[in-house]
């Protein structure tokens, strides 16, 4: 808002004192205008190149790289899940468990539809050993898209982990249904 606030400033100090109260005033903010929707449509294709690089350099395992282009896609655009989402996965990725949790919370407050976002973050809470949280998380991610094999097969960890056997094979269960392959594999050991 500062950066519109100082264009238009500096767009009207340009004009001699007498031309705006002119016929003209209505060409000056109409260019204004202009001038405004081109640089947000800017922004927002560069928060997009930003995020699109980030996914490449995540694919290829730079994490570091990817959180660094997410920062910069956050900065231009603080109001997308998807953003704080592949950055708190990220963070998963190189076990900063507590900032991925910080960006996954956001991510679910501008989007509480997120599925990746519950399920990123109840790895987050595994992973810190909140196997209670974790299976909230899940379930949430569950409820959102049931077709999330990797959400039963987590779910099924956790609740493994306290004593849920009964619980953790029905999971497995749903999730090898589902063709999660690590899911049969384990359904198998264990059940």
């Known amino acids: 808002m500062k950066k519109r606030t100082a ?3 500096t767009l009207v100090s340009l004009l001699p004192m007498a031309q705006p109260l002119m016929l003209g005033t209505g060409a000056v903010l109409t ?9 947000e449509q800017a922004q927002a294709q560069n928060a997009v190149f930003y995020y699109n690089r ?3 350099k995540s694919n290829a395992g730079d994490c570091y790289g990817a959180i660094s282009d997410y920062t910069k896609a956050i ?3 603080p ?3 998807d953003f704080y989402n592949n950055r708190g996965y990220c963070k998963n990725e190189l076990k900063d468990y507590q ?3 910080l960006d996954l919370n956001r991510a679910i407050e501008i989007n509480p539809k997120n599925a ?16 209670y949280g974790s299976i909230s998380d899940n379930t949430k991610a569950i409820e959102i898209n049931p077709k999330d ?3 039963y097969r987590n779910r099924a960890i956790d609740k493994r982990e306290i004593g849920d056997m009964k619980g953790a094979c029905s999971d497995l269960r749903k999730a090898s249904s589902l063709g999660d392959e690590m899911a049969s594999d384990q359904l198998k050991e264990l059940c």
């Open 7 to 9: 264009i238009i400033g």
């Open 31 to 39: 260019s204004v205008a202009v001038i405004l929707s081109v640089s």
């Open 54 to 56: 980030g996914l490449d």
């Open 75 to 77: 900065e231009i655009n």
């Open 79 to 81: 109001r997308d899940a």
């Open 99 to 101: 900032g991925a949790i």
């Open 116 to 131: 990746n976002a519950y399920y990123n973050r109840a790895r987050s809470k595994g992973f810190l050993g909140d196997p």
């Open 149 to 151: 094999s990797a959400a």
